[in-house]
């Protein structure tokens, strides 16, 4: 059976959608919510950090499921074997920061005790989050995250306008 010439419908919507998601999370993070003092006017900004974060957390799990039970477009070739390896060690990475965000994320709520912020409860923020342990890694992961958006993106616009093989076509709709 020949592999389809793009990924599956599905797919393209939660690739897209989770990439917008992802840089608007991130960005706000390391911009708006690092430089904000924890008062209560930085809790509904935190309230939308956190669901941005939950929705990007169920949209990888979600992702990675469709990916292991939808056929997928033969593998690509960016011209040698280690940029090959390369790409497929951030598509995995990529996923695996998604995820290492969420679980880190999930962790600085609990330990803060900043939950209820998700419907709208007022609760009293901690005096500095970097005194939870998750959040070392909330921090290191979302740099590591940028750096590998920005090798994505660069490795996308290699593939369009240098070897233009029409890669970005596979994650877009058509037939």
Do not use: C
């Amino acid at each position: 059976m020949t592999p389809p010439k793009r990924y599956h419908p599905v797919l393209v919507v939660l690739h897209w959608l989770s990439a917008i998601l992802i840089l608007f999370t991130l960005l706000s993070g390391l911009s708006s919510l690092d430089d904000l003092p924890n008062t209560p006017e930085k809790a509904p900004l935190l309230a939308t950090h956190m669901t941005m974060g939950l929705l990007i957390f169920g949209l990888t799990v979600l992702r990675l499921v469709i990916r292991f039970v939808t056929r997928k477009p033969a593998p690509a070739t960016a011209g040698h074997p280690l940029l090959d390896k390369i790409g497929i060690a951030t598509h995995w990475l990529l996923y695996l920061g998604a995820l290492g965000m969420g679980i880190s994320g999930l962790g600085i709520a609990s330990q803060a005790g900043i939950f209820p912020l998700l419907s709208g409860e007022t609760v009293p923020l901690p005096a500095d989050f970097s005194i939870y342990p998750p959040r070392i890694g909330h921090g290191l992961v979302a740099r590591l995250l940028l750096a590998l958006i920005a090798l994505h993106i660069g490795a996308a616009l290699y593939h369009q306008f240098i070897r233009k093989d029409g890669l970005l076509g596979r994650m877009w709709f058509g037939k």
